[in-house]
């Protein structure tokens, strides 16, 4: 359910313009896509890896097209990678993002056997980019109890990838499976992780 903050956010994400983009019920809500936006512009940052691709990636896209700046998009889903490479194509943002096709497999730092992402196509997204200096962890899906834990290995597989002033960004961190994941890094990070109610 999307608050009044999430219809203001959409109001200022107008500013960034474009084609018609189908917010899905997996799409990052606007209130949150505006904070990462926000992040872009206030933190100067330009090296992106996101976790899942969609609407945000576009609008990463859109920010990084105006700012200068590089993003990869993981993505498992075949038929939705293919649609956001069109909506990148139509905008004539390819120059700006990628989508990096990773179907989802058993990975040596899943939670109790969660999918993720193959070592060797983060890996080869995190070097594409140098170092990032910002991780958007908006996959793999997580909505369900079996896979609620599948976004923690983001974290750990791609530290040795991070700038030293890079920023960790965690969507849906007020689900339970989001949160036993936040409070993992935090333990084993020593990092604390501050929770906003956009995302």
Do not use: K
């Not at 976790?51 to 075949?78: I, K, M, N």
């Amino acid at each position: 359910m999307w608050s009044i903050d999430d219809v203001l956010a959409l109001q200022a994400l107008q500013a960034l313009g474009g084609r018609y983009l189908p917010w899905t019920a997996g799409s990052m809500r606007p209130s949150g896509l505006a904070a990462v936006l926000n992040e872009i512009v206030l933190g100067s940052r330009q090296r992106i890896l996101e976790c899942g691709s969609g609407v945000s990636t576009v609008y990463l896209a859109r920010l990084l097209a105006e700012r200068g700046g590089r993003l990869v998009s993981l993505e498992h889903d075949p038929g939705w990678a293919a649609f956001v490479e069109r909506q990148l194509d139509a905008e004539g943002l390819r120059p700006q993002a990628r989508i990096a096709l990773a179907p989802l497999e058993a990975h040596p730092l899943s939670i109790e056997g969660s999918p993720w992402y193959p070592g060797d196509a983060a890996r080869g997204a995190a070097g594409e980019l140098g170092a990032i200096d910002l991780l958007l962890v908006d996959g793999p899906p997580a909505d369900r109890p079996e896979t609620e834990l599948s976004r923690y290995p983001a974290l750990p597989a791609l530290s040795d990838a991070l700038a030293p002033e890079a920023i960790v960004i965690l969507d849906d961190a007020r689900r339970p499976g989001e949160a036993r994941v936040l409070e993992r890094w935090e333990e084993e990070t020593e990092i604390q992780f501050e929770r906003r109610p956009d995302l």
